[in-house]
T-cell receptor
Framework: RKEVEQDPGPFNVPEGATVAFNCTYS??????FFWYRQDCRKEPKLLMSVYSSGNEDGRFTAQLNRASQYISLLIRDSKLSDSATYLCVVTLRDDKIIFGKGTRLHILP | DGGITQSPKYLFRKEGQNVTLSCEQN?????MYWYRQDPGQGLRLIYY???????QKGDIAEGYSVSREKKESFPLTVTSAQKNPTAFYLCASSPGLAGGPGLETQYFGPGTRLLVL
């Protein structure tokens, strides 16, 4: 099983739809969790940290399920500008940082 | 205007040549990192440094070298021993040592695309 695994994508969804990304991790000792956004040919940028209690930032909601070892990202009322690749990032207790391969999202007008 | 910069944006390497990628930050961050990204792949850690004059190998350090003589700078040299250097190279930094680098948000530079002639 891969250390961090994301939906392969791409996701093609109409503007205004709700999109859900899932990410699973194999190491139960994983410590911190993040979602990054990467635009085409650009650097990744932090979108959200993910906490056990879940967190919300406007149209974006992140959830962590430690028992099932997955994290999720929900985007509501999607905009054309949400088109990007979304990277799941997990850090381990030994400070090792693992990036998922990312899921590409295309919002269609 | 604080941030992290990388240069050049595009770099061409000839066979057998060593090339150096620049990474500079003015965020006063202690930790700096180098990643490589290949098409359709996640980022892979090459080297990281938690403090000046100290650095550790990441997952794919072979064929690369780094130095950390100044807090602000963490240059990466791609040596001739790296047989498949074509990739997108990303430098990142994070605030400090407290809790270890993996616990902190990383801020990325704009990246350098390295191509082999």
């Amino acid at each position: 099983r891969k250390e961090v695994e994301q939906d392969p994508g791409p996701f093609n969804v109409p503007e205004g739809a709700t999109v859900a990304f899932n990410c699973t991790y194999s190491n139960s000792a994983s410590q911190s969790f993040f979602w990054y956004r990467q635009d085409c040919r650009k650097e990744p940028k932090l979108l959200m940290s993910v906490y056990s209690s879940g967190n919300e930032d406007g149209r974006f909601t992140a959830q962590l399920n430690r028992a099932s070892q997955y994290i999720s990202l929900l985007i509501r009322d999607s905009k054309l500008s949400d088109s990007a690749t979304y990277l799941c990032v997990v850090t381990l207790r030994d400070d090792k940082i693992i990036f998922g391969k990312g899921t590409r999202l295309h919002i269609l007008p | 205007d604080g941030g992290i910069t990388q240069s050049p944006k595009y770099l061409f390497r000839k066979e057998g040549q060593n090339v150096t990628l620049s990474c500079e930050q003015n965020l006063n961050h202690d930790a700096m990192y180098w990643y490589r990204q290949d098409p359709g792949q996640g980022l892979r850690l090459i080297y990281y440094s938690q403090i000046v004059n100290d650095f550790q190998k990441g997952d794919i350090a072979e064929g690369y070298s780094v130095s950390r003589e100044k807090k602000e700078s963490f240059p990466l040299t791609v040596t001739s021993a790296q047989k498949n250097p074509t990739a997108f190279y990303l430098c990142a930094s994070s605030p400090g040592l407290a809790g270890g680098p993996g616990l902190e948000t990383q801020y990325f530079g704009p990246g350098t695309r390295l191509l082999v002639l």
